[in-house]
């Protein structure tokens, strides 16, 4: 019963390193991504990171880490609450 508490209480951190090295904490789950752009749902949200050359390097959705390489030019959150709303799919929304 702990271990499901803990998960839930998970901190998100972002961290860049010279806009090409970014580990990330707190991560749900990897929705979709490609050299430009990538996806996460998040315990704050959810966030699309753009750049170019993105790789996901290491993944470790057990405790929510996730490890990008590339050049990142934006990071943009999305609230979870309004995401369900009016019947449109989350990546619709997110692709307006």
Known sequence: ???LNSL??????VSLSNRRTCNL???V???????NEIILETDQGMLMIKGSELHVNRLTLEKGEVDIDGKVDSFTYSEQ????????????RLFK
């Open 1 to 3: 019963m702990e271990d």
């Open 8 to 13: 839930n209480k998970r901190t998100h951190k």
């Open 25 to 27: 904490t707190g991560v």
């Open 29 to 35: 789950d990897v929705l979709s991504f490609d050299l």
């Open 81 to 92: 609450a309004g995401m369900g709303g009016k019947g449109e799919s989350l990546l619709s």
